[in-house]
């Protein structure tokens, strides 16, 4: 069993930054893909990022592409997700998610089967 955590959700105006974390436990994830969701109020769970489990390969959303970046330490059970230049539209909650099914980066929510709680990240304009 996997728990992830996530941490470094605020608020930030727009234009700012704003780095997330997802601290794993329970078993070692280096050889899971990791993911981040995020969902606004009233609307599904989105895709964002992911990461491989060598950390040589990420996938994004066109939303967030050149803003956002995925990354993992492997040594720290923790991967992140820095955000710069946020917009308001980046309001939502965000968690992390692993894939002990997937060791490529990967979009559909499906293919990961452990999940954070969640942090909120608000952006105000």
């Known amino acids: 069993q996997v728990q992830l955590v996530e941490s470094g959700g605020g608020l930030v105006q727009a234009g700012g930054s704003l780095r997330l974390s997802c601290a794993a436990s329970?078993?070692?994830?280096?050889?899971?893909?990791m993911g981040w969701f995020r969902q606004a109020p009233g609307k599904e769970r989105d895709f964002v990022a992911s990461?491989?489990?060598?950390?040589?390969?990420?996938y994004y959303a066109d939303s967030v592409k050149a803003r956002f970046t995925i990354s993992r330490d492997t040594a720290k059970n923790t991967v992140y997700l820095q955000m710069n230049k946020m917009k308001p539209e980046d309001t939502a909650v965000y968690y992390c998610a692993a894939s002990s099914w997937n060791t490529e980066a990967t979009y559909s929510s499906t293919n990961y089967n452990y999940w954070g709680q969640g942090t909120q990240v608000t952006v105000s304009s």
């Open positions: 329970g078993r070692t994830f280096s050889n899971y893909a």
């Open positions: 990461i491989s489990w060598s950390g040589d390969s990420t």
